[in-house]
């Protein structure tokens, strides 16, 4: 959900606090969770458990005063005066009695709205005083499903032994349980390093959490919040575009700050936006808290339910400053009848506010994890963790980290390797995978029936695949090795045709690998294969209309691949090639058994007797590089994890030769290069562009498989997200070059910031699409499309499919079509 975050520093040692704990009720006696515990006039800080109990470490306990704050009850602050390492205080806290101005009900004079403009006037002079920080960081995340069936759709659910032994008989249970402690430094808007200092999951002494503060810094002192779409804050600068606000109260907190309870409802059901409430402080006009949901349709995800998000703020007097100590994150979602529910609670603590960073503060690192952060024993984790367990979290702990151990042994392992390795019959003609769990390999045999490579085409007719792999794997130091073959038959040409490829990862830090591979195979004319099998096969057996387009390929090729710097990736493929036409060899379809295909040769749809081009071999290699500027990653003791910073365009550059040719008109160079980049509108949609320009040189009379192929679509149906790829009307074949070349493709998507508007359809909960898409090349006209569509359509929680009405120009001939996007095909692809 988030961009960049950094952290940084030492951890001081555990040994050196005091400890205040205790359990937190109300006047009934029952528990409240997530109270703020605040030492006055410091910034150490923590919230009770989901149980009411709390612990606060504190550097010495005798002269503190402790405040407790939580929405809806009066602010209680207790001096602490014992003499103990330890002290136990409950707290019995009264609710909040709010007053209320008579003003309200004049529907002239909504004091509410004033209150708001003032926050929105003052929230730059408040974002600037925590605009730049230090401080301790600790998250707490799980992640628990309920009513977990044992199949879905007739399909068994497969969660591995560890993962279905944490579940109940009635599928209900802790999924994942973890635990973050970091040193974190910040600058707005977006200047982030964390050290991690510890990290812990249930179960897994060797993982990683990923509940870390880089998925954590919401400031609703921005306009927009990013949950995968933009939100709109209800103070941001064009808020009351989207808020209604009500003032349903106002209360002094201890150090007799007044502060307004307000509550925001949008004015559009479907719009990306928050509900609930916004508590300002009078005067300052600073956030002094936030109780708001979010439902998964207004950020464009339905399985989502709802999706609640609190922060509370305290005041330091000494430097006048409301800083975020606590925020909890908290989702409910749910599939066939499946619910889950997740919980994040975040404390911040310690804070320093410097006025500047050194230079070198920051840099393209933005979490590192300790070497041994995965290691802390539970004695650590008791000392210094801010929030108490949970009597749940407790047993989570308790019973994974014991089976821990039993589970990872080679005899528990090859147990349950035994019970799944069992070869049967019928796995001859299904398949069959046999894995050594504790060895880390698995050996897997396609099987003869491989339904799901069945696919037909006029050249083999019908064809299926099968084949064998092994692999090999060590997380620890991020090696794997792959060894895969793969036989193809057609049953119409009654060829059989095979491959096999080797694949090396050498690490997780440069991400080095080598893949050797060779073989006989069918290849699509267009190496970037547009026609997916499964979409070629319906059209030709249900309309007739065979659109790929093949050859014969008997390959040898060499490719290496690694980061040579931060956010450069270097190419380099080597590779031997031998072509040979194929001819059609059925007519056979479902449907429009009179009509006739086309032939194979994409030159000549109509001449079935002269090949696309004369056999031949070469030597082909290829250097590409790939630039992402600004590229960010984590480091951890088993890698480095890469993240793009979207604020930058991803570069692609590629210089391509074929040498060694039985003929020298075969041989060329080419090159080539494309930038592709997301541009953030805010709430008002994304802007995605791909351009693409390349020359050949000496190519006037190499093979029409290297020329340039431009991926059109016949078939008025788009398998991809977006199109941002493909020119959605143009024949697959009728504008390829071997000269220069420059295609662009432009696609907008408003995120509902128009459909949002529009009565009734914004019932649809849709997003529209607004593209271009233009190719240049020598001697020809501009091919150009003009596009506008609906995207997130769908039944219920299932928005698989978008629709677009296509406009195409090329030298005066105008054509218009529909193209009905089917993103299910991505699977099946």
Do not use: C
Not at 372 to 397: C, G, H, M, S, V
Not at 555 to 583: C, H, M, T, W
Not at 688 to 701: P, S, V
Not at 808 to 823: P, R, T, W
């Amino acid at each position: 959900m988030k961009n960049f975050i950094l952290f940084a520093v030492l951890f001081f040692p555990i040994t050196s606090f005091a400890q205040i704990k205790g359990t937190i009720t109300d006047e009934k006696g029952n528990p409240l969770p997530y109270v703020s515990v605040l030492e006055e006039n410091t910034y150490t800080g923590t919230t009770s458990n989901e149980q009411g109990k709390y612990q606060l470490n504190v550097k010495e306990v005798g002269k503190n005063k402790i405040t407790f704050q939580y929405l809806g009850f009066k602010t209680q602050k207790i001096a602490v005066t014992a003499n103990s390492k330890t002290v136990v205080l409950d707290v019995k806290m009264q609710e909040e009695s709010f007053t209320l101005n008579e003003v309200i009900i004049d529907p002239k004079n909504n004091p509410a709205n004033a209150i708001i403009k003032s926050a929105i006037a003052n929230k730059k002079e408040n974002s600037e005083k925590t605009s730049r920080y230090r401080a301790d960081f600790y998250s707490k995340g799980i992640f628990k499903v309920k009513d977990l069936p044992k199949k879905i759709l007739g399909q068994k659910i497969d969660l591995g032994e560890d993962m279905a032994s944490n579940l109940d008989s009635t599928g209900t249970g802790i999924l994942y349980l973890s635990e973050t402690i970091s040193k974190v430094t910040f600058e707005k808007p977006n200047k982030l390093k964390e050290n991690i200092i510890a990290s812990k999951i249930s179960g897994n002494n060797r993982g990683y959490s990923y509940n870390t503060a880089a998925l954590s810094t919401y400031d609703f002192y921005d306009n927009t919040l990013d949950f995968d779409i933009k939100l709109i804050s209800p103070i941001a600068s064009n808020a009351f575009s989207y808020y209604n606000y009500k003032l349903e109260g106002t209360f002094f907190d201890d150090n007799n700050n007044e502060i307004h309870k307000i509550k925001v409802t949008p004015k559009r059901d479907k719009e990306p936006v928050f509900e609930g409430y916004i508590y300002i402080v009078d005067d300052s006009f600073a956030i002094y808290a936030l109780d708001l949901d979010i439902k998964g349709y207004r950020m464009k995800n339905e399985f989502t339910e709802i999706m609640t998000l609190k922060q509370s703020f305290s005041y330091n007097a000494t430097n006048k400053i409301w800083s975020k100590n606590a925020q909890t994150l908290s989702f409910n979602a749910g599939i066939f009848g499946v619910k889950f529910s997740g919980q994040f609670n975040y404390i911040y603590s310690n804070y320093e506010f410097p006025d500047s960073f050194e230079k070198k503060t920051f840099g393209n690192e933005i979490v590192a994890f300790d070497l041994n952060a995965n290691k802390k024993d539970d004695e650590f984790w008791n000392q210094i963790r801010p929030i108490p367990l949970t009597l749940e979290e407790n047993a989570d702990y308790t019973k994974k980290d014991s089976l821990q151990t039993i589970r990872k042994s080679q005899k528990y392992t090859d147990s349950i390797d035994a019970k799944t390795n069992k070869f049967k019959i019928w796995d001859i003609l299904k398949g069959y995978e046999y894995k050594n769990t504790f060895k880390k390999y698995s050996f897997e045999y396609d099987g003869l029936l491989n339904i799901t490579s069945l696919s037909f085409n006029t050249v083999q007719g019908f064809n299926l695949d099968s084949g064998f792999s092994f692999k090999k794997w060590n997380e620890e130091n991020g090696k794997s090795t792959a060894v895969k073959t793969t036989f193809n038959y057609g049953f119409s040409d009654e060829r059989f045709r095979a491959t096999a490829e080797f694949n090396h990862k050498f690490n997780n830090i440069n991400y080095a690998s080598i893949n050797v591979s060779g073989g006989t195979k069918v290849a699509q004319f267009n190496s970037a294969e547009p026609i997916s099998k499964f979409v070629n096969s319906i059209s030709s057996l249900f309309f007739k209309d065979n659109y790929i387009k093949l050859y014969n390929l008997e390959f040898a090729q060499i490719n290496y691949s690694q980061d040579i710097a931060n956010g450069i990736n270097l190419n380099a493929k080597v590779g031997y090639e031998q072509r040979k036409p194929l001819f059609n060899t059925t007519d056979y379809s479902f449907f429009k058994k009179d009509d006739f295909y086309s032939s194979n040769n994409p030159l000549a749809p109509n001449d079935f007797e002269t090949p696309a081009f004369d056999p031949h071999h070469l030597f082909k290699a290829n250097l590409t590089a790939r630039i992402n500027f600004g590229n960010k990653y984590i480091s951890r003791p088993d890698g480095r994890y890469n993240f793009k910073d979207d604020k930058y365009p991803t570069v692609f550059l590629a210089f391509e030769k074929a040498f060694a040719a039985n003929e020298k008109k075969y041989e060329f160079e080419r090159l080539g290069a494309a930038v592709q980049y997301d541009l953030s509108l805010g709430n008002k949609g994304l802007l995605g562009m791909n351009l693409r320009a390349g020359k050949f040189f000496n190519a006037e009379n190499i093979s029409f498989i290297d020329y340039r192929h431009f991926n059109g679509n016949q078939t008025h149906i788009g398998t991809s997200d977006r199109y941002l790829n493909v020119f959605n009307l143009m024949p697959y074949y009728a504008n390829s070059t071997n000269d220069s070349y420059f295609e662009m493709h432009l696609e907008h998507n408003d995120m509902g910031f128009i459909m949002n508007k529009i009565p009734f359809l914004n019932l649809l909960k849709s997003t529209m699409n607004l593209g271009f898409h233009s190719l240049s090349i020598p001697n020809r006209k501009p091919y150009s499309e003009f596009t506008i569509g609906l995207d997130n359509l769908g039944f219920g929680k299932f928005k698989l499919f978008r629709i677009d009405y296509v406009h195409s120009y090329q030298g005066g001939i105008e054509q218009n079509g529909i193209v009905f996007g089917l993103k299910i095909l991505n699977v099946l692809n």
